[in-house]
């Protein structure tokens, strides 16, 4: 496997990372603790040494489970957890779900270190922007865990370029997690130019498209009942069908390269810029071996053109979240 830096500051990732929420979290019935925990060590003798948690999937318990199952390799990988919900007890603000304050995030990092089985969380992402605290007030208090010894790097997640800036100017910015797939492309505009200025690594969630772009999810799909993207309206079985065009593509690119529609999405995010590390997440070792496959395949700059070509042509159906939840993104 292949390493990638994220930001200037040394930290150093495989080029495909996993993301770990839906080991337990978010995804149909919970799966086996058992099999999850064997599923992050074979991800770590594939070579993935970048796994992703939040505080807020459980809550709590995917910490749990991730700590567990990488306590034995520590030294080898790189944690990031996020912070940043009000999760009720003492002091919960009880507003709209975020709390940034910094004595919550303080608290926060003491709760995560502590699941995680870390001395220092290795990249602490903010996982909302929180509109009541000036975000140079978070970039201060993280400044202050790192000073301390708990936090190695800071991250946001779907933060916008704006809020990018004035968070770096406090306290450097190792990494912007957000959305980002060949059927999201609204980080390019500005959220990808400022990362690239300002020297900061980009970390793409759900870059396959919550599975879509598997070519495995089709307008027939059943979700279970805690399975979010039955509340998405990209995932409605109207939009699923309109879609299908975008994954038609990825097979047609595949068959030329020997590769799944999967493995081209993700090689092709890897060709956008060498400081983009995605992290797709599974819960089927099949599928982790397939996704990390993709760090093999290389795109030419002609098959990158031609794809962008030919996406250009294609018109995406459906929000990606409900509009409540979708104005509370890229502030």
Same mark, same amino acid.
């Given at each position: 496997?292949?390493?990638?830096?994220?930001?200037?500051?040394?930290?150093?990732?495989?080029?495909?990372?996993?993301?770990?929420?839906?080991?337990?979290?978010?995804?149909?019935?919970?799966?086996?603790?058992?099999?999850?925990?064997?599923?992050?060590?074979?991800?770590?003798?594939?070579?993935?040494?970048?796994?992703?948690?939040?505080?807020? @999937?459980?809550?709590?318990?995917?910490?749990?489970?991730?700590?567990?199952?990488?306590?034995?390799? %520590?030294?080898?990988?790189v944690i990031a957890t996020k912070f940043g919900h009000d999760?009720?007890?003492?002091?919960?603000?009880?507003?709209?779900?975020?709390?940034?304050?910094?004595?919550?995030?303080?608290?926060?990092?003491?709760?995560?270190?502590?699941?995680?089985?870390?001395?220092?969380?290795?990249?602490? @992402?903010?996982?909302?922007?929180?509109?009541?605290?000036? +975000?140079?007030?978070?970039?201060?208090?993280?400044?202050?865990?790192?000073?301390?010894?708990?936090?190695?790097?800071?991250?946001?997640?779907?933060?916008?370029?704006?809020?990018?800036? %004035?968070?770096?100017?406090?306290?450097?910015?190792?990494? +912007?997690?957000?959305?980002?797939?060949?059927?999201?492309?609204?980080?390019?505009?500005?959220?990808?130019?400022?990362? /690239?200025?300002?020297?900061?690594?980009?970390?793409?969630?759900?870059?396959?498209?919550?599975?879509?772009?598997?070519?495995? +999810?089709?307008?027939?799909?059943?979700?279970?009942?805690?399975?979010?993207?039955?509340?998405?309206?990209?995932?409605?079985?109207?939009?699923?069908?309109?879609?299908?065009?975008?994954?038609?593509?990825?097979?047609?690119?595949?068959?030329?390269?020997?590769?799944?529609?999967?493995?081209?999405?993700?090689?092709?995010?890897?060709?956008?810029?060498?400081?983009?590390?995605?992290?797709?997440?599974?819960?089927?070792?099949?599928?982790? /071996?397939?996704?990390?496959?993709?760090?093999?395949?290389?795109?030419?700059?002609?098959?990158?053109?031609? +794809?962008?070509?030919?996406?250009?042509?294609?018109?995406?159906?459906?929000?990606? @979240?409900?509009?409540? /939840?979708?104005?509370?993104?890229?502030?």
């Amino acid at each position: 496997m292949q390493t990638r830096k994220l930001g200037n500051n040394g930290l150093t990732v495989s080029a495909i990372g996993l993301g770990c929420m839906g080991l337990n979290y978010h995804r149909g019935p919970a799966p086996n603790r058992k099999e999850m925990i064997a599923l992050i060590r074979a991800a770590v003798e594939r070579g993935v040494t970048f796994f992703d948690s939040a505080e807020v @999937y459980g809550p709590f318990t995917n910490e749990e489970l991730v700590g567990e199952a990488l306590e034995p390799f %520590r030294k080898d990988v790189v944690i990031a957890t996020k912070f940043g919900h009000d999760l009720g007890g003492a002091g919960s603000r009880g507003s709209d779900g975020l709390d940034s304050r910094p004595e919550r995030i303080r608290q926060a990092a003491d709760g995560s270190l502590k699941r995680l089985r870390l001395e220092a969380v290795d990249l602490f @992402y903010q996982h909302r922007v929180d509109p009541h605290v000036p +975000i140079e007030d978070v970039a201060g208090a993280v400044k202050d865990l790192i000073a301390e010894g708990k936090v190695k790097h800071f991250g946001l997640s779907e933060a916008g370029a704006s809020t990018i800036r %004035r968070a770096h100017a406090v306290q450097p910015v190792a990494a +912007i997690q957000s959305e980002y797939s060949l059927w999201w492309r609204q980080p390019e505009t500005e959220v990808l130019p400022a990362c /690239e200025e300002l020297g900061i690594g980009f970390v793409p969630f759900s870059p396959l498209g919550r599975g879509f772009l598997t070519g495995k +999810i089709d307008e027939t799909t059943t979700f279970g009942d805690n399975d979010n993207r039955t509340s998405l309206p990209r995932f409605t079985p109207e939009a699923r069908k309109a879609n299908r065009p975008v994954v038609d593509l990825l097979e047609q690119i595949g068959a030329q390269k020997q590769a799944t529609p999967a493995q081209i999405a993700l090689a092709w995010l890897l060709a956008q810029k060498p400081w983009i590390v995605p992290i797709p997440g599974t819960t089927k070792l099949s599928r982790l /071996e397939e996704n990390v496959a993709a760090a093999a395949i290389e795109l030419t700059p002609d098959d990158i053109r031609c +794809i962008d070509a030919a996406v250009a042509q294609i018109t995406v159906e459906g929000d990606r @979240y409900p509009q409540a /939840e979708a104005e509370r993104t890229q502030r």
